[in-house]
């Protein structure tokens, strides 16, 4: 088993930053592959980025691209999101998610969610 916390979710105004940690436990962090994925109200859950074990190779949703960088820290078994240029459009819960195998961007491939973090872009 995989627990998962995610944090440092908030309200920021459009153009803002926030970084969002996900800690992980239960499992050798660093065989993980990670993702990040949000919910915003009446709509789906959508992929936004991944990350290998290694951490050498990412993939992110068109719609971040340029704006969010997925990285992570094998020694402290965390992931984070840094989150650019937000929209409000960002506005959205997002969920951490672990064990894809290598990483994906299909929810359906993640055996491990976290409760999940609460960002909120005011216009």
């Known amino acids: 088993q995989v627990q998962l916390v995610e944090s440092g979710g908030g309200l920021v105004q459009a153009g803002g930053s926030l970084r969002l940690s996900c800690a992980a436990s239960g499992r050798t962090f660093s065989s993980l592959g990670m993702g990040w994925f949000r919910q915003a109200p009446g709509k789906e859950r959508e992929f936004v980025a991944a990350?290998?074990?290694?951490?050498?190779?990412?993939l992110y949703a068109d719609s971040v691209k340029g704006r969010f960088t997925i990285s992570r820290d094998n020694a402290k078994n965390t992931v984070y999101l840094q989150m650019n240029s937000l929209k409000p459009e960002d506005t959205a819960v997002y969920y951490c998610a672990a064990d894809p195998p290598p990483y994906s961007d299909s929810d359906y491939r993640y055996n491990y969610w976290g409760q999940g973090t609460q960002v909120t872009v005011s216009s």
């Open positions: 990350i290998r074990r290694s951490g050498g190779s990412t």
